[in-house]
């Protein structure tokens, strides 16, 4: 069974700075491509982030130039650091991971349980 643990949501000031971090864990597993996603009330969850396990990254628009993927292969996690949080950032962030084990060719997608990240004064 594959889990996926966030951590590190918060409240912060606007332009304040939050970092998130997503393990992902699993007997004989395999991981591929990492995300971050968010959804904010009442919109659809979309992506941040991505990670893949080559280390390329690619970033929405709303987070190019503030905030930064990163991944530790060795430990299945990877993190997103925030800065210059905005309000319009408020969001639940959901991490998800393309995994597989070492006795399936099958990849499947899993999904963190989400982490409150609110940015208000």
């Known amino acids: 069974q594959v889990q996926l643990v966030e951590s590190g949501g918060g409240l912060v000031q606007p332009g304040g700075s939050l970092r998130l971090s997503c393990a992902a864990s699993?007997?004989?597993?395999?991981?591929?491509?990492m995300y971050w996603y968010r959804q904010a009330p009442g919109k659809e969850r979309v992506m941040v982030a991505l990670?893949?396990?080559?280390?390329?990254?690619i970033y929405a628009d709303s987070a190019k130039g503030r905030f930064t993927i990163s991944r530790d292969n060795a430990r299945n996690t990877i993190y997103l650091q925030m800065n210059s949080l905005k309000s319009e950032d408020t969001a639940v962030y959901y991490c998800?991971?393309?995994?597989?084990?070492?006795?399936?060719?099958?990849?499947?997608?899993?999904w963190g349980q989400g982490t409150q990240v609110t940015v208000s004064s």
């Open positions: 990670v893949t396990n080559g280390g390329g990254t």
């Open positions: 998800k991971a393309v995994c597989r084990t070492t006795h399936s060719s099958r990849w499947n997608d899993y």
């Open positions: 699993g007997r004989s597993l395999i991981v591929n491509d």
